[in-house]
């Protein structure tokens, strides 16, 4: 049989302006290429956007090229001759003058390539077509030019497709490898699910543009890089794309006030119009804590050096915002915090525990660059924020939503998301931010209110007597369902010992996702814990914080300065791919069985980095009476077996640095 695949675009270069004028389309070749490349001769923000399209030739196959033709008609131009004869040719004839495809018309050109192959019974034949465009006009909503960085890569879309061919084994190979090493792990089906789901947000919400600059929306169409966010989408992006996520804090630093204040964001679909209408009492603790992570998992003390004295004066001007003497900063209604339609007053425990982290956080960067007046003064301010903190919100259980001591009123409301800075604390090695017990408490708490509300997940806020908290405003933010708080609740249990109280939530959530409200590729925000309406958000970059549970179930830390490099699951066992700035891999961890026999760790890695990485200080978890052997096995075929120290807490540290040179290295710990 005589079988003919056929891929057919249409050149509507101008649509989103409702004015398609003066496209034309043209048939392009090249080795191993047939195809047609759709441009346009406007000369506006236009100019130079391109499409093409085009099938890989190979011997098995015949390929035909329709470069043009009116889609309207196609029955004439299109599907009548690759139907008869199964393949394409030349338009039979001038085209309809009044479509007049080549000047201005408002009928856009469409082209078309195909192959056909004879094939007997049961044969098969694989057809590579390519759809690629390049529209390096990137302009704000004020009309700036700012590209994209392709733009710096290639000079049109032709040479995109050749780029492809060349080059679409290793691509293929190399995008499915993060996922691939996902799906390979022992972690929760759909856990796995929202790992590679959301990560599609840090390409559809980010600017990439001509001269290097990068920053990730709130949303498509909101303010680029909102400080208050970034500790929810710091991680997904600094664990793919390490070179971009700093780049964005320093962005926020080149638009940092006199007073120290950072901005809300870089503009509305813009780079160059900071807001600071809102969120100012987290903005500047935000800023801080991605300053410490940049520092921590990036940049080290080179990077530090170069933000220390943005970091030090955002917190000096966080400090400011406390209006009552107790190293918190007050709230004071709705937008001051990024909950912005909920309002807490005083000291509020979604802003408070950002607070405590900053702290903790410009002290070690003070310490870091010899600063010991100002790292005395972070501790002093720390050691206050957080007795304070315990005094007024502690109710027993768990941490109350706010108090404000001025006008004696008080919220009750358990929420969701009181964790957050605990969670932060242990991710970026800073410890318990609060009382471990306490911690625990008020995940039974929120277990006990906020799960069990809804079933759907987890409900924002619920007060004690298991009714909602009705406050907000407007979008119900008080009692909702949001995956951005269930999966940083998740990952906190993971570290206090409750992976199955944290897992459970996520799981039913994400089968309401996929099964009822059947929307998982949207990173939806805010819904209705009884009807699952989806009310509000759409492609929001909150909800990468899901990397967070990875990072917990690794119990992974990085201190690129010191050269520390910290494993110590909270999953046992664990079979789980590693993701950092420095090295991507997988793990393989079983610490106990009947009898406490050590089963070990395999630990492969791939270097990330040009140059050889060296591991001063390597940390990893057996809670068991003895350890055998380590082996480090380099990338270069050297085999160690350095000394070790296993603690009383289970804490197994290397005395020895390890080299991981380019390739795979491997480090085993056997009984």
Partial sequence: MQCSVALSWTNDIGAAEEDIINNCNSAAQDSGLTGVVMSTGREDTLRGHEYAIAVFEAPELQVSVLPQYNAADQQRDFWEPLSEAGELRPASGPLDPTHDLRSASKVPPSGAVAASAELGPGEEREVTFVLAWFMPNHHDVGGTFLGHMYANWFDGAWEVVRYMHDNHSYLREKSQQWQSLIWASSLPGYLKEALVSYTYILALGSWWVKDGRFALGECPGWLLEMAALRPYNMYGCLMLFPELAPQATELLAAEQLKSGEIPTGLGRMCMNVPSYVAFRQQNSASFVINVYMDYLWFGGQAHLEGMYEAAKRATQFAMTLDTDGDCLPNCNGIYDTAWDTWPVRGTAVYVAQFTLVALRAAQKMAEAMGDEEFASQCREWGDTAVRNFE????????????????????????????????????????????????????????????????????????????????????????????????????????????????????????????????????????????????????????????????????????????????????????????????????????????????VGLDLELTNMRPEAVEVNRFVTRFRCPTVGSVIFTSATGEVLHPRFEHHENGDLVMLEPLTFHSGVSRIAVEH
């Fill in 391 to 598: 005094e007024q919100l502690w109710t027993g259980e768990y941490y109350a939503l706010y108090r404000d001591a001025k006008l004696d009123d008080f919220s009750s409301t358990c929420f969701i998301g009181q964790l957050y800075g605990q969670l932060l604390g242990h991710l970026l090695g800073l410890g318990e931010i609060l009382p471990g017990e306490r911690a625990t408490a008020a995940i039974k708490a929120i277990q006990r209110l906020n799960v069990a509300d809804t079933d759907l997940g987890a409900t924002t806020g619920v007060k004690p007597d298991g009714s909602r908290d009705v406050t907000s405003t407007r979008n119900a933010q008080s009692h909702c369902v949001t995956p951005t708080e269930i999966v940083e609740y998740a990952a906190v249990c993971l570290y206090h010992g409750l992976p199955d109280v944290g897992f459970a939530v996520i799981e039913k959530f994400w089968k309401f996702l996929v099964e009822q409200a059947r929307d998982p590729w949207r990173s939806l925000l805010l819904f209705d814990p009884d009807t699952g309406e989806n009310f509000y958000g759409k492609h929001y970059t909150d909800n990468l914080n899901v990397w967070t549970v990875l990072l917990a179930a690794q119990g992974l830390a990085l201190d690129v300065a010191q050269g520390l490099f910290v494993l110590k699951p909270n999953l046992d066992p664990l079979v789980a791919p590693v993701f950092s700035p420095l090295f991507y891999g997988m793990m393989r961890y079983e610490s106990r069985r009947t009898g406490d026999e050590i």
